[in-house]
């Protein structure tokens, strides 16, 4: 877990970070080492009480392990401690978001998209969606009934009407029903999720898009998981052929702090036209004042940022280009091939049931049982037994509605059905899947 090579790298450049400042008066507050070591084995020992996050055998929820140059140059960055808002306050850790806003940005095929990182996904998608209200004001915004629920609840804090769309057996938006609702002439813009936190599913983007030609609507990337994947060699084909359009739409949020390999928190929003910076300006009577170049706090509804969370996510982009066919990219598609290996070892047991084919490296399975009910009860069961043997997975509640296409002959006795979830998004997961399988099949077999 704890690689100690990692701190001789961090105390080498932080030596150099300090003959930076050679010139400036001995300074060195006072600290209390007996009393500092004493409430950090308290911490030490607090953390314990966590999952295993870090390990191959946690394959839960969304937990992907900063990458150790993230983690280093997000300490370092401590010392000085940078503020992201006005240049003042940041200046090295500015230029540093600036350049790997333009780099995600190439990612999309996007030259000179206006952005800046966030705290998350969900305050990015806040700012994408407050721009689309003000650019179309009292109209609604739709998003699939998989989409994240942080979309009803940010349109509620904005005071947006919002509407969920129907989703597909598959999990993903259903065109027909959007069409349905664009024809009422009262929506401004539609999210598309890109890989949707429940099943991994991947809307249909290029549909929409032909869709956009016929009605007048914004279209909000949420690529706050599956965002990355465009650089992925192995998708299958719809689902490349989804992102390979992203690039047409309005704006797209992505998380670095999931595959981008970065500490929480920090995601990203990015905007196509610069112009809608515009509707950002404010006046403030000091921050300001220190350059004529633009300062992040003059695009953002946030004050106050960690310029941690840029320099680490700079030190990554550079030792990990955001290049298609390099080793960020060749890491994603490990991924993807852990999670169809998993699906196919899943589809050839007696004990499990798996849903839809996995569009990226989720996959949702039903623990087999007479009804979903006995279904439900039993994945519970096993999501207990398995984490006693050191294999965390994770639950999702799904309608019944979605899942009873998968289903085959079990009897529909209740309104939704609890399955098994795995996240493999570890690249390392492609080669423990066997033995995460034959847990999980142990702790099936044990419970008959």
Not at 7 to 21: H, N
Not at 216 to 237: M, Q
Request: overall charge negative; hydrophobic content about 40%.
């Amino acid at each position: 877990m704890i690689n100690k090579k990692e701190l001789k790298l961090l105390r080498e450049a932080l030596d150099t970070l300090e003959a930076g400042f050679a010139d400036l008066p001995e300074f060195a507050p006072e600290v209390d080492e007996q009393a500092l070591s004493d409430v950090l084995r308290q911490v030490a020992e607090r953390m314990r009480d966590n999952y295993p996050y870090y390990h191959p055998q946690y394959a839960g929820q969304m937990l992907k392990p900063p990458h150790p140059v993230a983690r280093i140059a997000y300490a370092l960055s401590l010392w000085v401690n940078p503020n992201n808002h006005a240049l003042d306050g940041g200046r090295a850790s500015s230029a540093m978001e600036k350049e790997c806003i333009v780099e995600i940005g190439r990612m999309f095929g996007w030259r000179s998209p206006l952005g800046h990182l966030t705290g998350g996904g969900t305050m990015a998608n806040l700012e994408a969606l407050w721009i689309a209200s003000r650019l179309h004001p009292g109209k609604q915004i739709l998003a699939s009934e998989q989409a994240h629920y942080t979309h009803s609840r940010i349109t509620e804090v904005l005071g947006i009407p919002f509407s969920s769309v129907d989703a597909t057996a598959s999990g993903r938006m259903d065109i027909g029903t959007l069409k349905s609702r664009l024809q009422q002439g009262d929506v401004g813009t539609v999210v598309v999720t890109m890989g949707n936190t429940g099943l991994g599913a991947v809307d249909p983007l290029a549909g929409i898009l032909a869709l956009r030609e016929q009605y007048d609507f914004r279209i909000h990337v949420d690529a706050a998981y599956g965002g990355y994947f465009t650089l992925a060699d192995s998708l299958g084909k719809e689902t490349a052929a989804q992102f390979a359009c992203i690039g047409n739409v309005d704006s797209i949020v992505i998380d670095p702090h999931k595959h981008g390999l970065q500490p929480y928190g920090c995601g990203c929003v990015l905007f196509k036209d610069p112009a809608v910076g515009k509707i950002y300006q404010h006046e403030s009577p000091y921050t300001y004042f220190s350059s004529a170049e633009l300062h992040l706090g003059e695009i953002s509804l946030e004050c106050s940022r960690p310029g941690a969370s840029a320099v680490a996510l700079w030190a990554t982009q550079q030792l990990l280009p955001l290049h298609r066919g390099g080793e960020f990219a060749k890491d994603l598609d490990s991924c993807l091939a852990a999670a169809r290996g998993f699906y196919q070892k899943l589809d050839d047991s007696k004990f499990f049931t798996p849903l839809m084919k996995p569009e990226l490296d989720i996959v949702v399975y039903a623990a087999n049982a007479p009804d979903t009910d006995a279904a439900s009860a039993r994945a519970r069961l096993l999501f207990e037994k398995t984490a006693a043997n050191n294999l965390h997975l994770a639950l999702i509640e799904l309608p019944v509605t979605i899942a009873a296409a998968w289903l085959g002959d079990f009897t529909v006795n209740s309104d939704t059905i609890t399955c098994l979830r795995s996240v493999l998004m570890k690249p390392e997961h492609e080669t423990w899947s066997e033995r995460i399988f034959a847990i999980l099949e142990d702790c099936a077999a044990r419970l008959n």
